[in-house]
Nanobody, 124 residues
Framework: QVQLVESGGGLVQAGGSLRLSCAAS????????MGWFRQAPGKEREFVATINWSGSSTYYADSVKGRFTISRDNAKNTVYLQMASLQPEDTAVYYC?????????????????WGQGTQVTVSS
């Protein structure tokens, strides 16, 4: 079992930055792809970013490309999402997830472990 706990969310003004962290426990996540998803009120959960097991490959949703950066520190069993140039449309609960395999994964279905989420609110 892998437990994931997100942190770093909060309220920020448009144009600001936040860094989310996802700390894993229970077992190492070093062989898993990791991803970030988000869900805004009244909307479906959507893919944000993913990183492969080693950190050598990443992939982003078009809506965040160039603004968000996903990274990982396998020694710390932690994944990060650095968010810059935040806009009100980025407001959502952000979830961290561990994939069933180690490669790039964009579908929520292919993630096995999920955190409880952290709220990010961007004011205009």
């Amino acid at each position: 079992q892998v437990q994931l706990v997100e942190s770093g969310g909060g309220l920020v003004q448009a144009g600001g930055s936040l860094r989310l962290s996802c700390a894993a426990s229970g077992r190492t996540i070093g062989t898993y792809a990791m991803g970030w998803f988000r869900q805004a009120p009244g909307k479906e959960r959507e893919f944000v970013a993913t990183i492969n097991w080693s950190g050598s490959s990443t992939y982003y949703a078009d809506s965040v490309k160039g603004r968000f950066t996903i990274s990982r520190d396998n020694a710390k069993n932690t994944v990060y999402l650095q968010m810059a140039s935040l806009q009100p449309e980025d407001t959502a609960v952000y979830y961290c997830a561990a994939g069933r395999t180690g490669g790039i994964i964009t579908r929520a279905y292919d993630y096995y472990y999920w955190g409880q989420g952290t709220q990010v609110t961007v004011s205009s």
